[in-house]
């Protein structure tokens, strides 16, 4: 699996009125994103990294009756029994599973039947919320989080869907695209002909905390806290823009090996890999069909290989992962351009030109980390602690959030990971260097 669905809750959860009130505006934000698709929209599987529209409405919906109302609500029925093999992701305490890359040819139950199915169990929830445990709450915490997940997950794999189509079909019309533009320039301040020069920002240096310690949420990966050491470095004030990436381009760099890892080498020849993903001549396909380029906004799109080789070709490296929690850490998670309202989410440029910018939201950052278990890294036990630990192979870690994450999901400790060659999320790259 290339993305990271599920974890486990790590502090106690807000009384359950405003729990019921984030459930129930979590859960219409996922119809709302979804209601632009037919039902063959939601059913098609694109690639085996993704999973149908429809899938991911199913597949939260299981979470919440599996292990909420089945297992804390007395009295409660499992709505069709047929339904945790086809709609389990990989919980192995949960027992066997449809496969993953034959999603696409669940054509039934219909996107409708899934849609009475999520309302059968939002209303089991919410009427049986009060009386739930605290154990109980915490799932519902976790489910809410493990859903803004998928939203950001049912974007990207539907985007990826409708990029199949010769006919470049887009989710929503460009009307939509040029209203989420300037809703997030007039906020921003941010300008489509420029993003300002990008300068060097000194970071952290010595003895700094890493990882969750402050109340609210947090998922495992992030636990315990503890105290890395940063030598002199400093980061660059903003993502890597699309400008930046056309000069990469054409002065060779996809034709240059020796800005690539021996891997990322091996993987542009084999996949005959000369742009970011998306990108046709000086176009690029967005979830409003094919737009212009803009030269501004942050490069999404590319993977590990890519971004390593762009730091290469500009001298500089990728930031560790504690570089970049250091320097987010007293910067506003709920600030920069992420998932508000069901729309056409794509990267725009970000206004300012003193001290970071879009540490959040935007894109995706990679860093040169690989993800792997903080020092007394202890796995939840049971079923739901089982995804984050086992994935702690072969994977590198990126920070900040997307336009396509939900306000609200991500901190400064928050650690996303995919796979070195995985770009079908909106991935960018922030650059730093050693002082």
């Known amino acids: 699996m290339a993305s990271r669905t599920d974890a486990s809750p790590t502090t106690d959860t807000l009384p359950h009125a405003d729990l019921a009130r984030r459930f129930a505006a979590t859960r219409r934000l996922s119809l709302d994103l979804a209601a632009p698709l037919s039902d063959a929209d939601a059913s098609a599987q694109s690639m085996a990294d993704a999973s149908p529209a429809k899938w991911h409405l199913a597949h939260t919906t299981w979470f919440f009756e599996t ?41 039934r139950p219909s996107l409708d039947e899934v849609r009475v199915w999520r309302a059968h169990v939002d209303a089991a929830l919410q009427s049986a919320l009060p009386d739930l445990p605290r154990a109980a709450h915490m799932l519902v915490e976790l489910g809410i989080q493990h859903e803004q997940q998928h939203q950001e997950l049912l974007l990207t794999d539907i985007k990826h869907l409708f990029a199949q189509n010769p006919l470049g079909p887009a989710v929503w019309d460009e009307t939509a ?17 420029a993003a300002g020069a990008m300068r060097w920002v000194k970071g952290a240096e010595g003895i700094v905390p890493i990882g969750h310690a402050a109340d609210g949420f947090a998922f495992d990966c992030e636990l315990p806290q503890f105290s890395a050491l940063l030598t002199p470095h400093a980061l660059a004030s903003r993502p890597v823009t699309n400008g930046e990436w056309q000069a990469f381009i054409a002065d060779g760099g996809y034709h240059t090996p020796s800005l690539w890892l021996s891997d990322g080498w091996a993987w542009v020849e084999a996949e005959g890999i000369d742009a970011p993903l998306y990108w046709r001549e000086g176009r690029q396909f967005t979830l409003a069909g094919w737009q212009p380029i803009d030269p501004a906004a942050p490069v999404a799109h590319i993977s590990f290989y890519e971004a390593d080789a762009f730091a290469s070709w500009a001298g500089a490296r990728l930031p560790t992962e504690f570089e970049w929690e250091a320097a987010a850490a007293a910067l506003d998670p709920l600030g920069g351009q992420q998932l508000d309202v069901a729309g056409p989410a794509q990267p725009e440029a970000a206004g300012g030109d003193t001290g970071l910018q879009q540490m959040f939201g935007s894109v995706w950052e990679w ?8 020092p007394g890294f202890r796995p939840a036990p049971g079923a739901v602690g089982e995804y984050n630990g086992k994935f702690m192979s072969g994977q590198f870690v990126l920070r900040g959030g997307s336009c396509a994450t939900p306000r609200g999901h991500v901190r400064a400790s928050y650690r996303n990971f995919f796979y070195p060659h995985q770009r079908w999320q909106f991935t960018g790259v922030r650059l730093a260097k050693d002082l």
């Open 67 to 107: 292990f909420v109302l089945r297992d804390h609500a007395p009295g409660y029925h499992v709505f069709d029994t047929r339904y945790p093999y086809l709609f389990n992701s990989y919980y192995e305490a949960e027992g066997p599973r449809h496969t993953r890359a034959r999603r696409g040819l669940l054509t």
């Open 177 to 193: 695209f040029a209203s989420e533009v300037a809703q997030f320039s007039a906020v921003s301040g941010s300008a489509s002909e």
């Open 367 to 374: 860093t040169g980390s690989a993800y792997r278990p903080y």
